[in-house]
């Protein structure tokens, strides 16, 4: 697998033969509101132009509506014939964009040999959750490619790593900012990412959706320091730069 981070929770993904472009967001650096009032957002440009980001992609994964995971120019500029997964409930408002092609992800879909499967995701705790509305999480899973677990927008939360630990994942991804709502956590931040490393001292961590949003309060230098001080090998926690590109294959057997 090839995983580049493109920007925030924005990924591309090349995975069993397929290409997928997960959570497109596109606008423009401080073109939407800011969420505390220290920035407009996005507060980064994207590392490449939007038709190098869309250069082979065959499916777009769509985890939940909010415009850092879909915003307006990504549904003007992706393609309207692409495939379109989602959580269910999403499919009219994406089609509303006038997308054709929209599979909801009820349990699990198959495409060719990749089986894709939803797992819970919980943003935030407490009365937020309601405010922020329902999210999801996924595994990918093919012959010959390492176990994927993409938690998406989420909090550490028991379900969560009930569903990781069943996966028995290889490398899983987070969204590790610690974005907070209401003064509460509505994703990952360094202490649950480092929780779940610890949780899974052999899967590869790969730390993402960091400093773009100006409701961020966890840097990847802040999440570097916290790693160093737990004793999580960074080696292991893996937090890439806009426009890096992570390969990793099925992990020998010890």
Not at 50 to 71: C, K, P, Q, R
Not at 106 to 134: E, S, Y
Not at 193 to 222: C, G, K, N, Q
Request: glycine fraction near 8%; aromatic fraction near 6%; proline fraction near 8%.
């Amino acid at each position: 697998m090839k995983l580049k981070l493109l920007r925030n929770a924005t990924l591309k993904l090349n995975y069993g033969g397929r290409t997928f472009l997960i959570d497109p967001d596109f606008g423009v650096p401080l073109s939407r509101p800011s969420f505390t009032g220290r920035s407009q957002n996005p507060m980064t440009p994207l590392p490449e132009p939007i038709e190098d980001i869309l250069a082979g992609v065959d499916t777009v994964i769509v985890s939940h509506l909010h415009a850092d995971h879909f915003d307006a120019v990504a549904k003007e500029r992706v393609p309207k014939n692409l495939p379109i997964i989602c959580r269910p409930g999403d499919e009219a408002a994406i089609a509303q964009a006038g997308f054709s092609s929209i599979t909801a992800i009820d349990c699990f879909i198959r495409l060719g040999p990749i089986i894709l499967k939803r797992h819970p995701a919980q943003h935030g705790t407490g009365a937020v959750v309601d405010k922020m509305g329902p999210v999801m999480g996924l595994s990918f899973e093919a012959p010959g490619e390492p176990t994927l677990y993409w938690c998406g927008d989420s909090v550490l939360y028991p379900p969560l790593r009930d569903a990781a630990a069943a996966t028995g994942p290889d490398v899983i991804v987070t969204h590790s900012c610690g974005a907070m709502w209401d003064n509460t956590l509505i994703v990952m931040d360094d202490e649950q990412t480092l929780d779940l490393a610890e949780a899974f001292p052999r899967a590869t961590m790969i730390a993402t959706h960091m400093e773009a949003l100006d409701h961020a309060t966890v840097s990847r230098t802040a999440l570097r320091k916290a790693a160093k001080e737990r004793g999580v090998d960074t080696r292991r926690l893996r937090i890439p730069a806009d426009g890096e590109t992570i390969e990793l294959g099925v992990p020998a057997l010890v």
